[in-house]
């Protein structure tokens, strides 16, 4: 119990840190402190929390989706194929609402999850760290073919952006998006058994009377919308649907009635953390919080993969 | 009972099973047994509605498998299948827990409870029931994912293998656990299990059906079907058989 | 039999090499050939060094899936690149000796090889999985790192390192041509000398010493080869991820023998062949320019796809 106190103390005193640093001091400026936070720090934190929870949740659903804890959405070609609907649709009608835009991400990251999926289906299960590899080389090729794309119409400056995740350019008005992740961590909750029981495998599910490929369309469905709202708003963060949820299952297992809130609050935190580091490694200058999440995130999952042998499957 | 009325199963370009005509009483234990690959657990998940046969149909009790609710299917039969890897980090409670789930999706009642606590103590399982699957041993593992599918209380229960990581005492106790709840009564649920223990299917079973080939090669009373000449042509390999108190055992020469 | 499948091989590279060059040859023919005759040079070099590289590799890792490239040396390349850039600005990596820059790269890639293949080493073959994943992770984090540090560049700085990011082929110092034909010589030598060795290897580790072969030596001097290889290769002209790949599958595929004589050259020659045609192809054909790198990594992607998704069917 002590422990998600402590928990609860760390991610109040990120929040508070957050709201009182920026190039703009809170207490001499001429702007006036309640209008820099509603306007900037706020959004800001806000935007953070509900990038960081969304993408942990994604994690874990598909995790469980193929069983393998080594993958996440940033390894199946998620972002990459949000990112190739977000360019075709910017070509094919560049004056598009930004609510069009984002559902043809969504629905491109969809279709390019879905086909991870399949490959995933024919990836023997014998080796987990087989999985993460096939992810990696198949969102690498997605990733060619938005570059290439991106490279010949010359829109490489968006790429750019949606690649990286940041939160320097979040203020008032261009976040609220964002919100939606709110909803969706709320639907998924409500499918939290369904979830961890396609974590025992299709068989199993069945067996249970799931009604096994419908439960893993809807979680496809939210982790796309998930991962093409971070996308279009903030720009593509690695590895936080990886790290955050293992962490969260070494600790406290899986059943994720229990854990879903813990994973999506941690998850939230941990994006927080990694965009307050940002903005202080090179004071007044920023650097983006995807940039310090592949640094550390990369280093927490080396340590997963070496630690992993202990517990089985990982 | 299950009517297998003329199943054939082929995956890609390989034919599975060919023509399966077949029937499974309500009451008593039902042997799966032939040589490996003759389609036994093929036979087993069609039945249970995991796979689609590629011709034929399936009628459990009056209804055909393919055609019912997942749910309602969930109600009526519990499988236990040969897979038991399990990458979620889940305890032994929380596992059998979701045996129920087809019966309270997601809201447990006491009486969820009451049948998850009397699995774990039939099975042996109450000392473990706080410790993660995955730290178990293979045969702790078998009686969790046993105990899970009892939890399930259907009226029908497939085993895929259930003996072959059990030592010899929790395997007698499982088979004497299946032959209580298998008496014919009210309450007699049926029992469908691939064994390859043929002295189990010996000792244990009411009716037996032998797979060859993907064919049926023979079905009926297990006194009628286990004999040596027929398991002789079952097996390609000769049989001898010895009578003992507990029944008749049957050994490879 | 593999023999003349060679010949022929080497047959088919030395018609395409002579396209290369003399297609539609106007103007100062000289200077043009002079010119292309660097590009070829470049092209030749990389090709067969990747291809040898992967095939040394994927025998003493007993796994036809592996690359080098996969195991993360672009990502180390482009974070040296970045590194240098910004410790002594465009204009001073620009003033640096071509010379000095490049042996340093080639020296401090060897080290970094070594290091990465050593761990792989001695965690043995039952996790190669896991040593692979750790390479690509690792590459995953020097980008990150790169990337960091590049924010920190401004943008005509940020020209030099993005020139390095993607593999070039037309921009080749002649100078360094000569140093890398040199190093590359040296290593095939050397590569074909341990060929007979690397046939036992081939076959495990266990029964390579079984049948009285120092496995260990023989995975030491292979990794020491495929590091130069590497190494020369991605100083040259930048990362090429999964060209070795291409060669390496071809050659095995066309080859159909277990001798490290013949594979090793099939091997080189067809990563040449590849980059040569399809470069004639993309230049000279279709009048496009960089996009065989991005080809590659497509194709690449997609062959080790499919060499998964067959593996699988096999077991």
Redesign the interface.
Same mark, same amino acid.
């Given at each position: 119990m002590t422990r998600w106190i402590w928990g609860g103390a760390a991610l109040i005193a990120l929040v508070a840190i957050s709201l009182s640093i920026g190039a703009a001091s809170l207490w001499t400026s001429d702007l006036g402190s309640g209008w820099l936070i509603a306007v900037s720090r706020f959004p800001r934190t806000a935007a953070a929390i509900l990038a960081g929870g969304g993408l942990a949740l994604a994690g874990v659903v598909v995790q469980q989706a193929v069983q393998n804890r080594f993958v996440e959405p940033g390894l199946s070609g998620t972002p990459e194929a949000a990112m190739l609907g977000l360019l075709v649709i910017t070509l094919w009608a560049p004056g598009a609402a930004l609510w069009i835009k984002m559902a043809v991400a969504a629905l491109a990251a969809m279709a390019g999850t879905a086909l991870f999926l399949k490959l995933a289906a024919h990836v023997p299960r014998s080796d987990p760290m087989l999985l993460p590899l096939v992810g990696l080389i198949y969102a690498g090729i997605l990733g060619a073919v938005v570059v290439w794309i991106a490279w010949s119409v010359d829109l490489m400056q968006y790429l750019g952006v949606w690649q990286m995740g940041e939160f320097s350019g979040v203020v008032q008005g261009r976040y609220e998006l964002l919100w939606g992740i709110a909803v969706l961590a709320a639907l998924l909750y409500t499918l939290a058994d369904r979830i961890t029981i396609l974590g025992l495998g299709a068989d199993a599910a069945r067996s249970l009377g799931l009604d096994y490929g419908q439960t893993v369309a809807l979680g496809l469905a939210v982790v796309a919308a998930i991962t093409a709202l971070v996308v279009v708003t903030v720009g593509a963060l690695p590895f936080v649907g990886l790290v955050v949820p293992n962490i969260i299952s070494r600790l406290c297992g899986d059943n994720l009635r229990r854990n879903l809130p813990v994973v999506a609050v941690c998850g939230g935190g941990a994006v927080l953390a990694a965009d307050i580091v940002g903005r202080l490694v090179r004071f007044p200058y920023e650097v983006p919080a995807a940039t310090i999440f592949a640094i550390a995130g990369a280093a927490v999952f080396l340590w997963l993969l070496h630690a992993a042998p202990k517990a089985g499957n990982g | 009972m299950i009517e297998i009325d003329d199943v054939s199963l082929r995956v890609r370009d390989t034919g599975i099973l060919h023509g399966i005509a077949a029937q499974v009483p309500r009451d008593g234990i039902t042997a799966l047994i032939g040589p490996n690959g003759a389609g036994k657990s093929s036979l087993l998940?069609l039945c249970?509605?995991?796979t689609t046969p590629s011709a034929g149909r399936i009628v459990l009790d009056g209804e055909d498998v393919h055609r019912m609710a997942?749910? =309602?299917?969930?109600?009526r039969?519990?499988?236990l299948?040969q897979?038991q890897?399990?990458?979620?980090?889940?305890?032994v409670k =929380?596992?059998v827990s979701?045996?129920r789930?087809?019966h309270h999706?997601?809201r447990p009642r006491d009486e969820d409870r009451q049948i998850v606590e009397e699995a774990l103590r039939l099975f042996d399982l109450l000392g473990l029931a706080p410790r993660?699957v995955?730290?178990l041993s293979g045969g702790q593992k078998a009686r969790a994912f046993t105990a899970m599918?009892w939890a399930?209380s259907t009226p029908w229960l497939f085993l895929d293998e259930p003996l072959a990581a059990l030592d010899p005492r929790f395997a007698r106790d499982l088979m004497a656990q299946l032959h209580v709840m298998s008496r014919p009564g009210p309450e007699a649920r049926g029992v469908l299990i691939v064994v390859h223990d043929l002295n189990a299917a010996a000792l244990w079973a009411d009716h037996v059906l032998a797979l060859k080939d993907g064919g049926v090669f023979a079905a009926g009373p297990a006194a009628e079907v286990m004999t040596p000449p027929r398991l002789s042509t079952l097996f390609d390999t000769g049989f001898g058989v010895v009578e003992t108190k507990r029944g008749r055992l049957v050994y490879p020469e | 039999m593999a023999e003349r499948r060679l010949i022929l091989l080497a047959l088919v590279l030395v018609g395409a090499s002579a396209a290369f060059l003399l297609w539609n040859l106007r103007g100062p023919t000289g200077f043009i050939l002079g010119l292309r005759a660097t590009k070829l040079a470049a092209l030749l070099l990389v090709g067969c060094a990747v291809g040898m590289a992967t095939v040394l590799f994927q025998t003493v890792a007993q796994n036809r899936l592996l690359t080098p490239g996969i195991v993360g040396f672009d990502a180390l390349f482009v974070t040296l690149q970045t590194a240098l850039v910004l410790g002594l600005g465009g204009l001073g990596v620009a003033q640096l000796p071509p010379l000095a820059t490049f042996l340093a790269e080639v020296a401090l890639l060897v080290v970094a090889a070594q290091v990465l293949f050593g761990l792989l080493l001695r965690r043995g073959a039952g996790d190669l999985i896991r040593m692979i994943l750790t390479g690509v992770i690792l590459g995953v984090m020097l980008r990150g790192l790169a990337g960091l540090m590049q924010r920190l560049l401004d943008p005509s700085e940020f020209a030099v390192v993005q020139q390095a990011m993607f593999a070039s082929f037309g921009a080749v110092d002649r100078g360094l041509l000569a140093i890398a034909a040199a190093l590359l010589g040296v290593a095939a030598l050397a590569a074909l000398r341990l060929a007979p060795r690397l046939d036992v290897a081939g076959l495990g580790r266990v029964r390579a010493r079984t049948l009285g072969l120092d496995h260990d030596r023989v995975v030491n001097q292979s990794l020491m080869l495929v590091s130069v290889l590497v190494a020369v290769s991605t100083a040259l002209v930048g990362p090429v991820t999964f060209l070795g790949l291409i060669a390496a599958s071809l050659g095995h595929a066309m080859m159909q023998t277990y001798r490290h004589a013949v594979l090793l050259p099939a091997a080189g020659m067809t990563g040449a062949l590849f980059l040569v045609a399809g470069q004639f192809l993309f230049e000279r054909v279709l009048g496009m320019q960089s996009t065989l790198a991005v080809l590659i990594e497509f194709l690449g992607g997609l062959l080790f796809l499919a060499l998964i998704l067959k593996r699988k069917g096999r077991t």
């Open positions: - | 998940h249970a509605g995991l997942h749910r =309602d299917r969930a109600r039969i519990a499988v299948t897979a890897a399990l990458t979620s980090r889940l305890t =929380d596992l979701f045996g789930w087809p999706q997601g993660q995955e730290t599918a399930q | -």
